[in-house]
């Protein structure tokens, strides 16, 4: 079994920003990807930005150029950096990983932008 903690969400104002953690702990021998997702008040569930096994990232169309996701591969830990952040970035933040070809998601942590 592997669990998923994210950590680093908050209340923050127009143009600020905010740095998400998600720590990948269990018996893992392989993370295939690892990506965050979002989930706005009235909104279907959206891919932010993602770390393949292969290293590429990949980023939602509405985060490009503000959001920086990374990996430390030795610690299991995918980041997402925030910058720029406006109201409509706010959501709850789910952390999605594939390990060893099994799907797993985090509790979620909330990200409020306020105008």
């Known amino acids: 079994q592997v669990q998923l903690v994210e950590s680093g969400g908050g209340l923050v104002q127009t143009g600020g920003s905010l740095r998400l953690s998600c720590a990948a702990s269990g018996i893992i021998y392989s993370i295939n990807a690892m990506e965050w997702y979002r989930q706005g008040p009235g909104k279907q569930r959206e891919l932010v930005a993602g770390v393949l096994s292969s290293g590429r990232t990949n980023y939602g169309d509405s985060v490009k150029g503000r959001f920086t996701v990374s990996r430390d591969d030795a610690k299991n830990t995918l980041y997402l950096q925030m910058d720029s952040l406006k109201p409509e970035d706010t959501a709850v933040y789910y952390c999605?990983?594939?390990?060893?070809?099994?799907?797993?998601w985090g509790q979620g942590t909330q990200v409020t932008v306020s105008a």
């Open positions: 999605y990983a594939r390990v060893d070809y099994l799907s797993y």
